[in-house]
């Protein structure tokens, strides 16, 4: 018997010395490890029960919810300052037009472990703006990075999310690679939505879309949507109009439904396979005549053809 341990504990040892590379360790991180352009989205809300609070948060639904996000873009440079853009929607202030909001974020602290902290100072609609930090962990030898925040100042405290981002180029200098050809093929769009119609009624909203995208940037796909208890399905269709920078507008419409179209604007990341999009008010209605009042989505290239290739 102790013969026969001895063979196994001997293969053992073996095996060990000889066959299996160690797993690749990430790299300490530097700043130097964050220089690049980076798609980022951030998702979360403010929810307040007791309604005695209610009038200390103005931004808040009547229904004590306030929901948050945006979609924007950032590029890092050696010195840890990232500059960019992006679309937000906080509460009941929407975003305002559908130009972008200038950022700048300051990268305040970054340890070997790749933790660390960044601060900027966050525009809102209607000329507000608050003081932001958020705590970030960056992985995958910087292609990724996680936030969320810790510190508001002069905004609106209690709001909590989740931040993302996806480097898009590790170069300091502009992303203009992108184009109508980055959208070309079919794609599964998510999102999920708030509709408040009135003061006193709103609905969850989800979605997906199967979209095939022409190398023009029209598509034509199916809608699947659960709204409050109805359920529909229909068919859809709209346009991308993509930047330079990987950035983008897309429309959609969906004519059995409602007229016009819903606008929306968002960032392409990993080679044009995914992007982030946030929905946005038409600035040229009515407040009162305004549909979604919160919507982000998600897209993914399941193919690189559309139906209209084939």
Not at 46 to 56: E, F, G, N
Not at 93 to 100: E, G, I, M, S, V
Not at 244 to 251: A, L, Q
Not at 277 to 292: A, K, M, N
Request: one cysteine or more; glycine letters at 10%; charged letters at 15%.
């Amino acid at each position: 018997m102790g013969s026969r341990i001895s063979v196994f504990v001997m293969a053992g040892l073996t095996l060990c010395s000889i066959g299996f590379p160690p797993a690749a360790a990430q790299e300490k991180c530097s700043l130097q490890m964050m220089v690049g352009t980076y798609a980022v989205f951030e998702k979360g809300s403010s929810l307040i029960t007791d309604t005695t609070q209610r009038a200390q948060y103005p931004l808040h639904w009547p229904v004590q919810l306030a929901p948050f996000a945006n979609v924007g873009m950032l590029t890092f440079k050696p010195n840890g300052v990232g500059e960019g853009y992006y679309w937000i929607y906080i509460g009941s202030l929407p975003h305002a037009n559908y130009d972008p909001i200038p950022d700048k974020v300051t990268i305040t602290e970054l340890n070997e472990d790749c933790t660390g902290k960044f601060k900027y100072v966050a525009s809102l609609p209607g000329g507000l703006s608050a003081t932001v930090e958020e705590r970030f962990i960056l992985f995958d030898n910087g292609r990724e990075f996680r936030s969320v925040p810790t510190d508001i100042q002069n905004g609106l405290p209690t709001l909590a999310w989740l931040g993302t981002g996806y480097r898009i180029s590790e170069s300091a200098n502009p992303v203009t690679f992108c184009g109508q050809q980055t959208a070309h093929g079919t794609y599964l769009m998510s999102a999920e939505s708030l509709i408040a119609n009135t003061a006193t009624m709103g609905f969850a909203d989800s979605l997906f879309i199967r979209a095939d995208v022409a190398h023009d940037g029209d598509w034509t796909g199916t809608l699947y949507e659960k709204i409050g208890p109805i359920s529909v399905q229909s068919a859809a269709l709209g346009s991308f109009t993509v930047n330079p920078d990987c950035s983008f507008t897309w429309t959609l419409e969906v004519p059995e439904f409602f007229p016009g179209a819903i606008v929306s604007k968002g960032v392409f990341f990993n080679q044009g396979k995914e992007y982030f999009l946030i929905s946005l008010d038409d600035p040229t209605l009515p407040q009162d005549e305004q549909g979604i009042k919160f919507s982000v989505g998600w897209g993914k290239r399941i193919s690189k053809t559309a139906d209209y290739d084939k």
